[in-house]
């Protein structure tokens, strides 16, 4: 394991070109682009280490890399940023993936196991195994967003216009409804219905909730072409990776700098001070990774404009999530009818479970009886990550940020941690007490602690509820009516998850509202 890299300095230049608040990935990502489009891009980050939670930490044991919040970067891989390689962090700067195969595995009750590859056909014959109808409706739904649907999708990430024909408009429909609609109208078999609310809460928003009505065929269509993407040494190479170019195009991070103020004169964004007091004059614009909640309070006594109020007050954080750390003697196995399984990822849960752990999310009540459990094991493909042949697990679920019946996460974490493992242990081979050399939870207000940007136990966002009623993942503006003043990170569109969307989008927006011409650095979509 490697920890993000960049210079760790108290020292900062009187200016810049373009200041970028936080060195969480999005930001990152948006000073990259600034950076090789000829601007002069300093990123300061609160936080002594680089990454937000694209992280890589030695939770348990010495010598196990641990990634604290996020594992994944299967979103990433479409953006154009991977795709194209736009900014040569595959080509030169030494990131690193691999797309597994399985995708996921899902056990079942019998001792089976529903494996997902990173193939359609393999997938669809999997299904078969349990209903050949829905076998069809798979094939049938995965051709759908292939044949117009993805385009649109990718537009609708990008921040782009959707246009006005047959596939926008069934891409509207599809957004329109819920994500347990959707599978219910599409599939009747139990297991196909669980593994697919299970793929459409990957990214932490309520399944039943309107809205999340594309998530089945996107995240399924993701986990397809990608399988578990997963970065050799850790999440923090994605950061590594991106601070190494921003560095070649001579920009600079630097960490142990939290930011208190934006400074506006005229109207204008044009300096930031930190809490010791330091200042950097903003020459062409302020890029702010800061949270949506937050952001008001760094404006000083300038007279907080509507969308920035309206940003603030609208934001709510949505699901929260517990994870458990582990340190294991070997690999997790997963049995199955053909015998034993590696997997990256492993999911648990029925679609009747995590109807029932939402509806006891809501209620303040952590759900230790069915509920959506994401496992990850990761030292199955990077065998970096522990020594000597030992592996590490993470297993990841959601729970409310403040407990109903009165109990602090301080004093109750390590017995919620003890059920999910238990759950995870009956149906898996490696998870004996024997097994495992160290544990360690981590409850949402562990999360919310260990980053400013996880408010509530967040590590995906939030959402916003819009003055219509209906809830989005993103502030869907990377410009703030201050002039010079920009907004990036997970609480901008498309919200949270490893996608570097609002990174890309942000820079897209920064260079044309400077007059510069983003084709010189990044494609159209």
Same mark, same amino acid.
């Given at each position: ?5 960049g210079?760790?300095?108290s020292d ?10 936080g ?6 990502v948006?000073a990259?682009y600034?950076a090789?489009?000829g601007l002069e891009?300093i990123?300061?980050e609160a936080r ?5 939670s694209?992280?890589t ?11 604290s919040?996020?594992s994944?970067?299967v979103?990433i ?6 795709r194209d ?6 080509s ?6 691999v ?8 056990p079942?009750?019998d001792?089976d196991?529903l494996?997902m ?6 997938t669809?014959?999997e299904i078969?195994?349990?209903?050949p109808?829905?076998a069809?409706a798979?094939r ?6 292939s044949?117009?649907l993805a ?10 216009p ?6 926008a ?20 078999h139990p ?11 990957a990214?932490?928003q ?6 999340t ?6 995240i399924?269509a993701?986990r ?5 993407a997963t ?6 190479a994605?950061?590594n990776?991106?601070i ?6 001579g920009?600079?991070?630097?960490c ?11 109207g204008?964004a044009?300096a ?22 937050q ?6 006594d ?10 603030r007050d609208?934001?709510?954080p949505g699901?929260?999530?517990f ?10 196995a ?5 015998g034993?399984?590696?997997s990256?990822a492993?999911?648990f ?8 752990q939402?509806?006891a999310?809501? =209620?303040?009540e952590?759900?230790a %009886?069915?509920?959506? $459990?994401?496992?990850?094991?990761q &030292? *199955?493909?990077?065998? +970096? ?6 592996a ?11 407990r109903?019946?009165g109990?602090?996460?301080?004093e109750?974490k390590d017995?919620?941690a003890e ?5 995870v242990?009956a149906?898996t ?11 360690r939870a981590?409850s ?5 602690a260990?980053?400013?940007?996880n408010?509530?136990g ?14 989005i993942?993103g502030w ?27 990174? =890309?989008?942000?820079?897209?927006a %920064?260079?044309?509202? $400077?007059g510069?011409d983003?084709? &010189? *650095?990044?494609?159209? +979509?």
């Open positions: 394991m490697t920890p993000a890299v210079p760790i300095t900062l230049p009187d200016s810049a070109d373009v200041v970028v608040l060195a969480g990935h999005n930001g990152l948006c990259g600034l090789a489009a891009v990123v300061l002594d280490v680089a990454g937000g694209t992280g930490e030695e939770l348990t044991l010495p010598g196990f890399a641990h990634d919040c996020s994944a970067h979103l891989q479409s953006n154009p940023l991977m390689d736009e900014l040569g962090l595959l030169t700067y030494g990131l690193q993936y797309l597994t195969d399985p995708a996921v595995v899902m079942q009750p001792g196991a494996v590859h990173r193939d359609l056909d393999g669809a014959d078969a195994r349990w209903s109808t829905d069809e798979f049938t739904m995965l051709s759908e967003w044949g117009g385009a649109v999708h990718g537009r609708w990430s990008s921040g782009l959707l246009g006005d024909d047959d596939a408009r069934g891409y509207l429909a599809l957004r329109g409804q819920s994500a347990w609609d959707v599978v219910h109208q599409r599939f009747s297991s196909i219905r669980s593994f697919m609310l299970w793929l459409a809460l990214t932490i309520d399944p039943r909730r309107p809205g009505g594309f998530l089945p065929s996107s399924t993701g397809i072409s990608f399988g578990w970065p050799i040494g850790g999440s923090s994605l950061p990776a991106l190494r170019q921003l560095e070649a195009h920009g600079q991070v630097v142990s700098a939290p930011v208190s103020r934006i400074d506006v004169a005229g204008r044009v930031v001070e930190t809490t010791d007091g330091r200042r950097v004059e903003a020459r062409r614009a302020v890029v702010s990774s800061a949270h949506a909640a952001l008001a309070d760094m404006l000083g300038t007279e907080i404009p509507s969308d920035i109020a309206e940003m609208s934001w709510q699901l929260s999530v994870a458990v750390h582990a340190a294991l003697r070997k690999n997790l997963f049995p199955s009818s053909t034993p399984i590696e990256v492993g999911g849960g029925s679609s009747q479970g995590m109807a029932r939402m509806e999310f809501h =209620r303040g952590p759900d %009886v069915d509920p959506w $459990l994401l496992v990850v094991n &030292t *199955v493909v990077d065998t +970096s990550r522990a020594p000597g042949g030992a590490t697990l993470k297993i990841l679920t959601v729970a409310p940020y403040e109903a019946d109990r602090s996460w301080d109750s017995e919620y059920a999910i493992v238990a759950l242990r149906r081979d490696g998870l004996g007490t024997g097994d495992i050399l160290a544990l981590e949402p207000t562990d999360f919310a260990q980053n400013p940007h408010l509530g967040s590590c995906h966002g939030g959402e916003f509820l819009t003055a219509s009623g209906a809830v993942p869907p503006s990377y410009l703030a009516s201050i002039g010079g003043l920009f907004l990036t990170g997970a609480t901008t569109h498309p919200g949270g998850s490893v996608s570097g969307r609002p990174g =890309r989008n942000a820079a897209r %920064v260079l044309t509202d $400077l510069l983003p084709s &010189t *650095v990044m494609g159209p +979509s």
